[in-house]
């Protein structure tokens, strides 16, 4: 049987996706802007099973080669979207996948977002479909974490929330990755997966009473993102991306019931990153659903920037990643 390995990135969101018309298919109430990551990737390969109709098979592939059956609780949301995937290719065999991370597990960056886009690339060239990009993001995003329709495309990426038809809701490149070579220094203050998944938050947001606010400025916001990817203008995006960065937060704190995502060393890492910039250091802090902080800044920036975070008490480690190229194809199998 053939097998096909891809890669697939996570990406961060400048503008946040946070609640959801229909959270099943995650169409979104508001349109998102993200930037795709070039080091934290998922890796997965994907291999008809013969004669096993509809029996799919989940491993997890550790870094030494070895595979370890997935967990029922990873497993069960993988399954149904094998299960979706099929019944769009019109096929009936069983799929064999292994997956596994780039960046570090315990990282708290679990990334269901380059998760699902990798699952969704390896599983359709297995039953021999060529989606175009634009149905390939469409149907990670029916895999219900939404944010991996972005994950699909490299650079800079759109998804607009839409009055369209369900089947037109995916997302578009706004920029490529060379167009603007923007890092991102993740810090790690906080490991383990977090409390309150995405799904849940979603589900809560539209209960805070400033959601309705937040979804007033959001226009604006859009079009200042979109107008610093396009000029290039690091002191432009900034702001807007701490201003998102704690609306999220600040829907999630007062939804209801209340999501607390930040640890104190989210804090440590937000005040210190006001400190470099004090100094000279075009840095700007963004956070998805959890306590740790992306900092974006330029390359000039990125080796103060990191080496100031590594040295914080409440950093364990950081990641030192920037905007990629999107998914690949990969030679190596994981099995
Ligand atoms: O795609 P989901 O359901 O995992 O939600 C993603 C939510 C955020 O990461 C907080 C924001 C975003 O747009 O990526």
Known sequence: MSKNTVSAPANIAFVKYWGATDIERALPLNSSISMTLDECVTLCTAELIDGAPHRDEIWLAEPDGRLAPAPPEFSHRVLAHIERLR????RE??????????????AGLASSASGFAAL???????FGLSPS???LSLLARRSGSGSACRS???????????????????ALPLASADHWDLRDVIAVVEIGPKTVSSLDGHRRAPTSPYYDRRRELLGGRLDRVRSAIRHRDLAALGPVLEEEAIDLH?????SQPSIFYWSPGTLEVLRTVRELRQEGLEA??????????????????????????TGLASVGFVIRDGV????????????
């Open 324 to 335: 990629g190229n999107g998914p690949e194809a990969e030679s190596q199998a994981l099995f």
């Open 93 to 106: 065999e069983g799929v064999r996948i292994a997956t596994r991370n780039t960046f570090p597990a315990a």
């Open 87 to 90: 019944k769009w290719a019109g």
């Open 284 to 309: 700007w802090a963004t956070m998805d659903a959890g306590a740790n902080v992306h900092v974006i800044c330029d390359p000039d920036s990125e080796e103060g920037v990191a080496e100031r975070l």
């Open 133 to 135: 990009p634009g149905e």
């Open 250 to 254: 600040l829907i999630a704190m007062s």
């Open 152 to 170: 699909v495309f490299g650079g800079y990426v759109e998804w607009r929330a839409g009055e369209g038809a369900e089947e037109d809701n995916h």
């Open 120 to 126: 969704t690339l390896a599983v359709t060239r297995t």
